[in-house]
């Protein structure tokens, strides 16, 4: 059975990506990680310096955990397009952390056959605390039948959606809000109603003379 591809049809802003759950990161993975990206420093691989800057132990480099983000999303989009993940730190990773990464889709849009998927990514540490966030774009296929027509070298099928963004749900709401409180009264100042008029007084009669 041919692997699970994601298709822009099938994606809906809110969805979430199934967890990703990283081992405790070691003193071996932290040297094999700074080793294979040239990042020489001391306190990546020598605890005894890292000691000497009040600091516990060794650091991760900082692309491990961007990594781990990047395989939460490759995981979950087969079939799709890497256009952009950025990534910031907000804690140091540590020997022993351990790690679960999370995202969920926070806007989708599509232009002339041209599909954009983006995701909100994040990871917390064995304290729930948040460690890593960032965001991501992915460019994917509208359906099956779109990647055949493309890979057979047919244009694309070409279905213009409007930008769906997770923050512009709050934005409905309120504007829903306005409507029925427009409708039933509530939440807005009604219009003060005229003061009833007061009959005009009869007109005294001329004294005669």
């Known amino acids: 059975m041919p692997p699970r591809k994601?298709?822009?049809e099938n994606v809906r802003v809110g969805?979430?990506?199934?967890p990703l759950s990283k081992p405790a990161i070691d003193r071996v993975q932290i040297a094999r990680y700074a080793s294979a990206v040239g990042d020489f420093s001391p306190i990546h691989v020598d605890e005894a310096y890292a000691k000497t800057l009040s600091m516990p132990s060794v650091v991760a480099p900082a692309g491990l955990?961007?990594?781990?983000l990047g395989q939460l999303v490759t995981d979950w989009a087969r079939g799709a397009t890497l256009r952009k993940l950025n990534v910031r730190f907000v804690k140091l990773l540590w020997p022993g952390d351990t790690l679960v990464c999370k995202g969920r889709v926070s806007d989708r849009h599509g232009q002339d056959g041209k599909y954009i998927v983006?995701?909100?990514?994040?990871?917390?540490?064995?304290?729930?605390?948040?460690a890593l966030r960032g965001s991501c774009a992915l460019q994917v296929f509208y359906s099956a039948e779109d990647e055949t027509r493309q890979r057979n070298g047919q244009p694309p099928v070409v279905v213009n959606v409007a930008r769906e963004s997770i923050l512009a749900e709050p934005d409905a709401k309120k504007a829903a809000a306005?409507?029925?409180g427009e409708k039933t009264g509530k939440g807005h100042k009604l219009a003060a109603k005229p003061a009833p008029k007061k009959p005009a007084k009869p007109a005294k009669p001329a004294k005669k003379k």
Not at 65 to 68: A, R, S, V, W, Y
Not at 118 to 130: P, Q, R, T
């Open 15 to 18: 969805d979430e990506l199934p």
């Open 6 to 8: 994601l298709y822009f």
């Open 118 to 130: 983006e995701l909100d990514v994040w990871a917390e540490n064995s304290k729930g605390e948040l």
């Open 178 to 180: 306005r409507t029925s």
């Open 65 to 68: 955990g961007m990594g781990f």
